[in-house]
């Protein structure tokens, strides 16, 4: 049964390409919805304290700790063409950073002075996105064997199936810590019956494991952890200092207004991820004018998805958020459209980010580690100090100006610095191959 339950899975028709292309689109969408809709739900059916918690838990420490779990490694893993490493290396790697990530966020909430039931919402949180990390690595090893429609299923599936156990658990029971325990155990499922029992029957998928391989696995990917690390925090400076300076309600409102970012991300990861095989292929031959050719095309058109998400902001910001403070009922009134500015701000560091995205997955490929841990050292520092010094001087409106300065700024390096680095390569080689 479970033979013809991953048969079912893996088949994808004549056009196997576009199963690839269309799930990975189902996935990341599914992905990004869920975490925009579900901060609107749980503060309009838990209020907006019980929202503000779990949207810090949710998409700021969770998703930190998921960072943990994943540690930077799924663009390594998945133009790991050579298998340098085998799927059981990377896995058996998982298991250990799993567990590194479980145990800093309960250290963390320890030490948080967080009140007994918000520290156990968020904890249940972090358990969430760390089984999230888990089920990456079995993502990126169907990626790295050419299934990417398998990697979009999973993806799909899994999201689909914890959210409506998480949603029906909160209805019925009106508790949130029940609700989250829930959704672990959706998401613990999920893994299994979407990633574990897959993969055992897909062809080319090695599960042999040296235990010696674990140290220069990480050798190799430690700067690729430690930039995604603080990439992320700098991404979510803002909101950390809103959860330090601000009350829990003002999490929720800023993570309300945040949601651009969600859509102009998976706009981007639609156009990004597809490509980076051939990128690698590409630079990896020696093709340098393609492989520019290529970050040109791409980057023409995120910056059209980035205009018109800036009209659009502009334009229907104000109305879009009149429209959320209708779902969340009467007393919402007024609470998010006196934002919109701050909106608009979001909505261009959300371009930004998506800039740079592609060009840290350029660095990455042309295994450009220290450069991208130098911009994130630099970018932390300024994030520890801007973010909580607007946050204290302007609330809502400096977190939203802080987060576009950084993004900005960040942006500007990852673009510099892979430019230069072709221009090196081509001058390297004498630029012989078209």
């Keep these: 049964m479970a033979q013809q339950w991953a048969a ?27 975490s925009m809709v579900l901060s609107v739900l749980v503060m309009s059916l838990a209020g907006e304290d019980q929202g503000g918690i779990f949207a810090f838990g949710y998409s700021t420490l969770g998703q930190q700790m998921f960072i943990l779990a994943y540690f930077g490694i799924r663009p390594f893993h998945i133009t790991d063409g050579s298998n340098e490493y085998r799927f059981g290396d990377y896995l058996h790697h998982r298991y250990m950073t799993c567990a590194m990530a479980a145990a800093a966020g309960g250290m963390y909430l320890l030490l948080s002075g967080y009140t007994p039931e918000k520290a156990a919402v968020i904890f249940l949180l972090v358990c969430y996105k760390t089984a999230d990390g888990l089920a990456d690595v079995y993502e990126s090893e169907f990626q790295r064997n050419g299934n990417l429609h398998l990697t979009g299923k999973s993806n799909t599936f899994r999201t689909l199936l914890s959210v409506s156990i998480f949603l029906t658990a909160l ?33 080319g998928v090695d599960f042999a494991w040296d235990r010696k391989s674990i140290k220069p696995l990480t050798a190799q990917t430690i700067l690729l952890f ?6 992320f925090y700098i991404f979510s400076a803002a909101k950390y200092a809103i959860d330090a300076n601000l009350d829990d309600r003002s999490s929720g ?11 102009i991300n998976l ?21 340098f004018s393609g492989f520019s050719r290529k970050i040109l095309s791409i980057s023409r058109i995120i910056g059209a998805l980035s205009v018109l998400a800036l009209v659009l902001a502009a334009g229907l910001g104000r109305p879009v958020l009149w429209i959320m403070e209708r779902i969340l009922g009467q007393a919402y009134e007024g609470k998010l459209t006196c934002h919109h500015v701050s909106f608009i701000l979001i909505v261009m560091g959300g371009a930004c980010y998506a800039f740079l995205s592609l060009h840290y997955y350029a660095l990455v490929i042309m295994r450009k580690q220290k450069v991208i841990f130098g ?10 100090v801007l973010a909580p010094a607007m946050v204290r001087r302007e609330g809502i409106r400096g977190a939203a100006e802080a987060y576009l300065i950084l993004m900005a700024v960040m942006a500007s390096g990852f673009v510099l610095w892979t430019w230069l680095g072709i221009r090196r390569a081509r001058k390297g080689t004498g630029n012989r191959k078209p």
């Excluded at 508790?175 to 029992?197: E, H, K, S, T, Y």
């Excluded at 990861?269 to 990896?284: A, M, N």
């Excluded at 911009?375 to 520890?384: F, K, N, P």
């Design 8 to 34: 079912l899975l893996m088949k994808t028709g004549p056009d196997k390409e576009k199963q690839n292309i269309l799930w990975n689109m189902a996935g990341s969408f599914c992905y990004a919805f869920a």
């Design 171 to 203: 209805v019925q029971s009106g508790n949130l810590i029940l609700a989250c325990a829930a959704a672990v155990g959706a998401q613990a499922a999920g893994i299994l019956i979407f990633d574990v029992i897959v993969i055992r029957y897909l062809p």
């Design 226 to 231: 430690v930039s995604v690390f603080l990439d």
């Design 253 to 263: 409102y800023f993570n309300l207004i945040f949601m651009p970012t969600s859509v």
């Design 267 to 287: 706009a981007a990861g639609f156009v990004i991820r597809p490509v980076l095989t051939g990128l690698t292929e590409r630079w990896t031959s020696g093709e």
């Design 375 to 384: 911009i994130y050292v630099g970018l932390t520092a300024l994030a520890a």
